[in-house]
Every structure is written in structure tokens, then in C-alpha cells.
């Protein structure tokens, strides 16, 4: 009995080792042996054993040897993930549209794909179209690449475990839908379902401005309000599956005390802008979003955003989504709230936001770097997300 406790602590030891080598390559990209041994305190030879078993599934390869650090003595060999070591789709599966993405495992966009609005159809219309979405892609390669995982991006409360859409705010008809299970039963490869504040994050934290950031938040601004929040490098998991809902955040409207997203300002700003992202009209320029609207909801968004911060203390917040197409017009006055009420500046320490440069495709994108990464993950350790 000792010996197979013994033996599986190693395999869980090494996978766990395992693991952290591929989330730091993932992140930094091309890197020595030495290196890696440095950064995770393991002995040259693992690092080597592990590089070499990782280079053999398929995950891993060597680039063209470079001169050490000192510039003199052996030439080191840097190793980086294999470019075609994964295929993603990702999925922005929003209340009223479905927007799709392929990427590689560097987080190249091979392809993306935008659909008409939907408006409230209930689930299984949407699956239908999130069906010709995959099918799409699907055709459209050819043979010439393919997809290894499935990674779809939904509002509201997930059941991430089970790949379970528990019950949106204001998404018709969804409630404890089994996505996941769905899609599986419909292609058979691995699928990972997440929050979209979160998804959005991810993308900033992978691919945008929080690259070399430790924890920021990532606001979401749609047809509602969420954030994704970013500590120690990875998005942050409550005990329960509704962290991040800002929308939900609590403001006192006259005698009552309301959320967020239900003050009139901000539900105004949030279906006014809804609409004219539906109709695909350009924000920045339309004159249908009231100055005075936008002031006010940005005012209280700050307001809130003050709050969160003083808890959690990030080193930066970026403002994402839709609403975000308004640029300095719904900044300008979210920044003049915040200011106000956060304590970053009495203690010299100026918490900064700024708009994403994760606006477009971020969802999707974020989406499909999550499962990318998972894939990576089970792929070295030989395992699988069979539902």
C-alpha cells in the first residue's frame, strides 16, 4: 500500500512540475533549459527529462542554438511550445450574437467568424447556430489544420466543472443548460466552458496589456456588467460560481438600494448601446448616447469600481467590451469617480485605467486560450477531458 501511495505522489509531483514548466513557456515563449531549472528550482536533468518527453508527444520543440548569457563557452538550445501543439476554437457566446475564433498555440487568429444577431430565441436556436458556427470552421479548413478543443465564453453564473450555464441574467430561456455535454456529444473533443468577464481577461492577461501584470481587473461593459479578476497571474475562482458579477454590485438610488446595472443611468447606457451594436452602427460617432447618460453612468461605474478596488488593491483595471467603443467619452468620467473615492492615490500609489486593447474578439479569443491551455496541459500528462 505504501509503495503505490508512493508511487502516485511521484506522478503527481512530476505532472504537477510538468505542468508549471508548460504555464511558464506558455507565457514567456522561447527559453533555455537553465533557465526553466532556475525559475521552478528543478534539477537540470528533470528539466531535461521532462523537455524531452514533452518534445516526443508533440508539445514541445528546440530553436536555433544562441550563445549563453556571457556571450562565450557551450551554445544553449532554447526550447518554446510547438506552434502547431494545439488547435482552439474559441467562443463568444453573448444574449444576442456568436462571434468565433480559431487560433494556434501561440495565439494566432487563423480565423474568425461573426453571426447576425439572434435576439431571444431560447437555447437550443443558439446551440443550432453555434453548431453552424463549429461546422463553418470545420469546412473552411480543409484538411490543412485541425481542431483539438472547443472553448466557449457565456455570460452569468458557469458551473465550470460540469460545463453547466446556470441561469444568465437576461439570456432567455437559459437556465442549468449542460453545454458542455452538448457539444461533446456533437464533436467529441475536450470542452471548457467559462465565464466571459474572465475569458476577456485571460485574452488581456495572455495576449494584451496585463502581459507583465501580476493582478488587475478587467471590466466588462456588454449587455452587462462583469469583471474578470486577475491575481498572481491567474483569474481568480470563488467558492461558488458568481465571482466577478459587478453588475450586481450594490448602489443606493434615492431610498433604495439597487444594483449596478438596474440604476437608470447605466441600464440606459447598457441597452442603448445593445441596440446600436445590434443594428452594427459605430458608437463613437452616434449621437443616440446622451453625453449627460454616459457622465452619469460612467460616474457610478467609477463609484463602484472604487470600492472593488480599495478590497483587492490591482495594478491596473482595463475597461473592455462594447461600451468601450465609446473610448474617453465613458472613460473620462469613470476615472473622475474612481479618483475621488479610491485610496490608491492618498497612499501614492495611483491605480491607472485604461481601455483594452482586448476589445474586439476578446471573448472568443480569451475562450480559446483557455481550452488551448488545458489541451497543452492533458496533452503532456497524457490525459483527457472526456465527459
Request: glycine share 10%; proline share 3%; aromatic share 6%.
Amino acid at each position: 500500500m505504501s509503495e503505490i501511495r508512493t508511487n502516485d505522489l511521484r506522478k503527481y509531483l512530476r505532472a504537477k512540475n510538468m505542468k508549471n514548466l508548460l504555464d511558464i513557456l506558455l507565457k514567456k515563449g522561447e527559453i533555455a533549459r537553465v533557465e526553466l531549472s532556475e525559475i521552478t528550482g528543478l534539477t537540470k536533468t528533470t528539466v531535461s527529462s521532462m523537455a524531452h518527453e514533452l518534445i516526443s508527444k508533440g508539445v514541445l520543440e528546440e530553436t536555433r542554438p544562441i550563445l549563453n548569457r556571457n556571450g562565450v563557452g557551450r551554445t544553449i538550445t532554447p526550447l518554446k511550445i510547438r506552434k502547431d501543439a494545439a488547435y482552439a476554437v474559441g467562443i463568444e457566446l453573448s444574449r444576442h450574437h456568436i462571434e468565433a475564433v480559431l487560433i494556434n498555440s501561440h495565439g494566432e487568429i487563423i480565423l474568425k467568424r461573426t453571426g447576425p444577431s439572434y435576439g431571444d430565441v431560447g437555447p437550443q436556436k443558439v446551440i443550432d447556430t453555434l453548431f453552424e458556427f463549429v461546422d463553418d470552421i470545420l469546412s473552411s479548413l480543409l484538411g490543412s489544420k485541425r481542431i483539438d478543443t472547443i472553448g466557449v465564453g457565456a455570460p452569468g453564473s458557469i458551473d465550470v466543472k460540469k460545463g453547466i450555464i446556470v441561469e444568465p441574467p437576461n439570456f432567455f430561456g437559459w437556465k442549468n443548460i449542460p453545454l458542455s455535454k452538448i457539444i461533446f456529444e456533437k464533436y467529441k473533443l475536450p470542452i471548457w466552458i467559462e465565464n466571459d468577464a474572465n475569458c476577456a481577461a485571460l485574452a488581456e492577461k495572455w495576449y494584451g496589456k496585463g502581459k507583465n501584470l501580476n493582478t488587475f481587473l478587467y471590466v466588462l461593459l456588454n449587455e452587462g456588467i462583469g469583471v474578470g479578476i486577475i491575481i498572481n497571474e491567474e483569474v481568480y475562482k470563488g467558492s461558488s460560481n458568481y465571482e466577478g458579477e459587478f453588475g450586481h454590485a450594490l448602489v443606493r438610488d434615492g431610498t433604495e438600494v439597487r444594483f449596478l446595472e438596474n440604476i437608470y443611468g447605466v441600464e440606459t447606457l447598457l441597452k442603448t448601446i445593445g441596440t446600436l451594436v445590434n443594428n452594427e452602427k459605430n458608437t463613437d460617432e452616434s449621437p443616440e448616447v446622451a453625453d449627460e447618460v454616459i457622465r452619469n453612468a460612467g460616474h457610478l461605474i467609477g463609484e463602484s469600481l472604487a470600492t472593488v478596488a480599495n478590497i483587492l488593491a490591482p495594478e491596473k483595471i482595463f475597461i473592455g467590451g462594447k461600451i468601450a467603443t465609446l473610448g474617453d467619452r465613458i472613460l473620462t468620467s469613470v476615472r473622475e469617480s474612481f479618483d475621488k473615492y479610491s485610496l490608491g492615490r492618498k497612499w501614492g500609489k495611483t491605480i491607472r485605467i485604461e481601455l483594452s486593447d482586448m476589445r474586439k474578439e476578446s471573448i472568443s479569443i480569451g475562450a480559446a486560450a483557455y481550452a488551448m491551455r488545458h489541451f497543452i496541459f492533458e496533452k503532456a500528462a497524457g490525459t483527457s477531458n472526456n465527459l
